[in-house]
Nanobody, 121 residues
Framework: QVQLVESGGGLVQPGGSLRLSCAAS????????MAWYRQAPGKQRELVAS???????DYTDSVKGRFTISRDNAKNTVYLQMNSLKPEDTAVYYC???????????????WGQGTQVTVSS
């Protein structure tokens, strides 16, 4: 069994910063892509940022220059540093990991439970 546990969400004023963390645990052989998605009320879930096992990153245009995704492969953890936050960044943020299991050697995509980020004055 695999779990992705997110932390770091909360309420912040416009212009503020938050750092999200997502730790993967369980019968993991290896982790490939890791990513952060978000879903605002009434909107579809969207990809915010992704990072490969080698550290290559990609961002949606609306967060470029403000958000930074990183990972610690030794800890099976991915981070999202969010700076200069705007009200439109308000959403539930979900961690996603593409990984291979020790038990079956099969590759699956797993999701975290989500963490709320609210940007408001």
């Amino acid at each position: 069994q695999v779990q992705l546990v997110e932390s770091g969400g909360g309420l912040v004023q416009p212009g503020g910063s938050l750092r999200l963390s997502c730790a993967a645990s369980g019968s993991i052989l290896s982790i490939y892509h890791m990513a952060w998605y978000r879903q605002a009320p009434g909107k579809q879930r969207e990809l915010v940022a992704s990072i490969t096992s080698g550290g290559s990153t990609d961002y949606t245009d609306s967060v470029k220059g403000r958000f930074t995704i990183s990972r610690d492969n030794a800890k099976n953890t991915v981070y999202l540093q969010m700076n200069s936050l705007k009200p439109e960044d308000t959403a539930v943020y979900y961690c996603n990991a593409d990984l291979r299991l020790v038990t079956t050697l099969k590759r699956y995509a797993y999701w975290g439970q989500g963490t709320q980020v609210t940007v408001s004055s």
